[in-house]
């Protein structure tokens, strides 16, 4: 079974930046699109940011502008960078991949925008 491992949550001030990273493991051999989702206490998962294995990206409208997402189809990485945070980005983020298996998911890293 696949394994994806998030790093990078924390708390951050509004305004400010976070990156967030996910690997996969090289026993997942063939990966489609690789995404970040969120779920903040109340709420459903939603996506944040996906992007194709041939470098198509896609947002949430609320992220446009404010967050990256990349990826690194070599070493089986995409990360996402988020600048201008604000306090409704609160949410534990996921990582999720589709592939030939079927849909992959971290466990979930916590971001926190507080003052």
């Known amino acids: 079974q696949g394994q994806l491992v998030e790093s990078g949550g924390g708390l951050v001030q509004p305004g400010g930046s976070l990156g967030l990273s996910c690997a996969a493991s090289?026993?997942?051999?063939?990966?489609?699109?690789m995404g970040w989702y969120r779920q903040a206490p109340g709420n459903e998962r939603e996506l944040v940011a996906v992007i194709t294995s041939s470098g198509s990206r896609r947002y949430l409208e609320s992220v446009k502008g404010r967050f990256t997402i990349s990826r690194d189809n070599a070493k089986n990485t995409v990360d996402l960078q988020m600048n201008s945070l604000k306090l409704e980005d609160t949410a534990v983020y996921y990582c999720?991949?589709?592939?030939?298996?079927?849909?992959?998911w971290g466990k979930g890293t916590l971001v926190t925008v507080s003052s």
């Open positions: 999720g991949a589709d592939t030939p298996m079927g849909k992959l």
């Open positions: 090289r026993s997942i051999y063939r990966i489609y699109s």
